[in-house]
């Protein structure tokens, strides 16, 4: 599921973030991410929740960890999304994406008061876990998670893949359809493999030129 909001890419916005791969400070480091907190022997732990209420839950969650004093027990909750490049009326532009539908990731300190209070947050329908206990992350299982919501990365991924079939909504070549056979990022163009005349015809786009056919 995306996200609604839909942050569109100015030349200079898309400029800044092309930048961001060789700029230290707009990364998160993830080892970092994880060894906050000093000493605590916590983990992370993921909780199942209806389908669409994934940020439902985290606002619960942390309203009532704040509220029931548990903020010794339980930390951080994060909903897993990805960013991607998209286009919408022609238009460049970041959306979020969930990673996993339906999970939510707590970090905390494992015992009864605090599964108590995950587990009684409303929207959560359980942990996932063998039977009724709960099971813990590894280390690089988080890691992975956070990498692909961009911890150690700086430029979000985009929605184009070889093999897409397309339409391509300006230009030259307007309203043709056609299919991906090679996707450029560091140049943000495409070649698309359009039928001009009884035959194919490899043209190269530029991403807000193409817009993907569902």
Same mark, same amino acid.
């Given at each position: 599921?995306?996200?609604?909001?839909?942050?569109?890419?100015?030349?200079?916005?898309?400029?800044?973030?092309?930048?961001?791969?060789?700029?230290?400070?707009?990364?998160?480091?993830?080892?970092?991410?994880?060894?906050?907190?000093?000493?605590?022997?916590?983990?992370?732990?993921?909780?199942?929740?209806?389908?669409?209420?994934?940020?439902?839950?985290?606002?619960?969650?942390?309203?009532?960890?704040?509220?029931?004093?548990?903020?010794?027990?339980?930390?951080?909750?994060?909903?897993?999304?990805?960013?991607? +490049?998209?286009?919408?009326?022609?238009?460049?532009?970041?959306?979020?994406?969930? *990673?996993?539908?339906?999970?939510?990731?707590?970090?905390?300190?494992?015992?009864?008061?605090?599964?108590?209070? *995950?587990?009684?947050?409303?929207?959560?329908?359980?942990?996932?876990?063998?039977?009724?206990?709960? +099971?813990?992350?590894?280390?690089?299982?988080?890691?992975? +998670?956070?990498?692909?919501?961009?911890?150690?990365?700086?430029?979000?991924?985009?929605?184009?893949?070889?093999?897409?079939?397309?339409?391509?909504?300006?230009?030259?070549?307007?309203?043709?359809?056609?299919?991906?056979?090679?996707?450029?990022?560091?140049?943000?163009?495409?070649?698309? *493999? +359009?039928?001009?005349?009884?035959?194919?015809?490899?043209?190269?786009?530029?991403?807000?030129?193409?817009?993907?056919?569902?």
């Amino acid at each position: 599921m995306r996200s609604e909001n839909c942050l569109v890419l100015t030349p200079k916005s898309v400029l800044k973030d092309d930048m961001r791969e060789d700029a230290a400070e707009e990364r998160i480091d993830i080892d970092a991410f994880l060894d906050a907190g000093g000493d605590i022997d916590k983990q992370w732990y993921v909780i199942h929740t209806y389908s669409g209420y994934e940020n439902k839950v985290k606002a619960n969650l942390e309203r009532r960890v704040e509220s029931m004093g548990m903020e010794d027990k339980i930390f951080r909750v994060l909903v897993p999304t990805e960013e991607e +490049i998209a286009f919408k009326d022609g238009k460049k532009c970041i959306v979020k994406k969930k *990673v996993f539908p339906g999970y939510v990731l707590v970090e905390m300190v494992m015992s009864d008061d605090s599964w108590y209070v *995950v587990r009684n947050t409303p929207g959560v329908t359980g942990f996932v876990g063998s039977g009724s206990k709960p +099971i813990a992350l590894e280390r690089e299982e988080v890691k992975a +998670i956070l990498k692909q919501m961009g911890f150690d990365e700086g430029r979000p991924r985009v929605a184009l893949n070889v093999g897409d079939a397309i339409r391509v909504i300006s230009g030259p070549f307007a309203n043709f359809d056609g299919e991906i056979e090679e996707v450029n990022i560091e140049r943000g163009k495409v070649r698309v *493999v +359009i039928s001009m005349f009884g035959r194919d015809t490899p043209i190269e786009l530029d991403f807000e030129q193409v817009e993907k056919l569902s």
